[in-house]
Each structure stands twice: as C-alpha cells, then as structure tokens.
C-alpha cells in the first residue's frame, strides 16, 4: 500500500499541528509527502511531475489547515493543474480510479462551532462537500477525514494523541471507512 500526501499549508515552519502529523507520517513505510508550498512558492506546478506520484499510489491524502472554510488556495491550483480531463476525468480519464483518497484537515474552531446552530453553522463534513465530489468526479474511494479540531488550544497531550491516531489510520492497509453523500447530522 503506497500513500501519498498532499501537503498544503505555506507556513510550514509555524504551523503546530500539521507539522506535528506530517512529521509523524514519515515514519511510516511506502509514504512520500509532497509539500507544495516548498515545492512551489511561486505557483507553477510541474503536471507531470504531480500526476507521475499520484499515479504510483494507492492512497491519496489531503492534508492542510482549513483556511476561510476551504483549503489554502495553492491546492486548489494544484488541483485545477493536476486533474485534467482525460487524465483525472472524462471518457478517456481513469488514472485515479479506485485509489483510496483521504482529507486531513485542522480547523482552528472546535466541534461545537461546527454545527447548525455553531459559529460556522455548518458541519464540517458540509463544508468539505467539493473535495468529496472531486474524489466522486475521479472514481476515488472518499473515507471519513480525518479532523483535528480546535487547532489553536488543543494540548500537547492530545496533538500527541491525534498524531498517533493518524500514523495508525495511514498505516491501516485494509479500506479506509467510508463516508458517504448523506451522514447522519452528527458526523462530522
Ligand atoms: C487565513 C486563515 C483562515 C482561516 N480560516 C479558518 C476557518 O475558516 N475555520 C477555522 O476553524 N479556522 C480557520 N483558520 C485557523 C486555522 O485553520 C488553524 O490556525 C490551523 O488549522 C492550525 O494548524 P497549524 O498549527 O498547522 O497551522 C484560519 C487561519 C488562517 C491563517
């Protein structure tokens, strides 16, 4: 089982969290992280490059800080260079097809702002409906993301944990859980 990660967040340096889980993900065998912001701080994303590393994984993880209730945009131009009609899509654009595709995401707010009557009046899982029909448009496999709530005062102790939790999950070689199009309200 072959993972790769998409890592997005372009302040690496700074950042807590996902520095925490991207460094705990490179203990694990047969993974390769692919931080985009080192990779291109100027924006130009080399294709082939990209679609030669999606191509040899079995797993696909997203991994970056929610950033205005969406990713930080250097994704979203990955994903706009990378998945191209007749690669990702289309009649002739099965590449991605059957591939294991996993979110990992922090979210500064907490579970409980994350509902109808919350701060952000809306679950999360609502909020990531895009990267679900992106991984539906492809023919990967979307599972339940993987969320760190609460990035800005979650303890030491607990980022430890969620980091354990989440070298456990990528090294889970069986399918990941699925997370279909109608979750019940309280699934986040
Ligand atoms: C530009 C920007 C936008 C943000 N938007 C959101 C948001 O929409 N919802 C939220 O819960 N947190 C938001 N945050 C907080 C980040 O998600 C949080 O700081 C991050 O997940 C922490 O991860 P890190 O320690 O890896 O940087 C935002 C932060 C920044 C800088």
Redesign the pocket.
Known sequence: MKTLIILA?P?LDT?????KLANAATRIDNIEIRDLYKLYPDFKINVVAEQAALKKADRIVFQF?????SSPALLKQWEDAVLTHGWAYGSTGHQLQNKEFLLSV????GQEHYTRTGL?GYRLAELLRPFQSMAGMVGMKYSRPFITFG??TITDGELQNQADHYVKLLQTVTPLPKFGLLETESDS
């Open positions: 967040h302040h950042s807590r969290v996902n520095q800080p929610i950033y205005w209730y922090s979210v500064g707010g952000h990035a800005r």
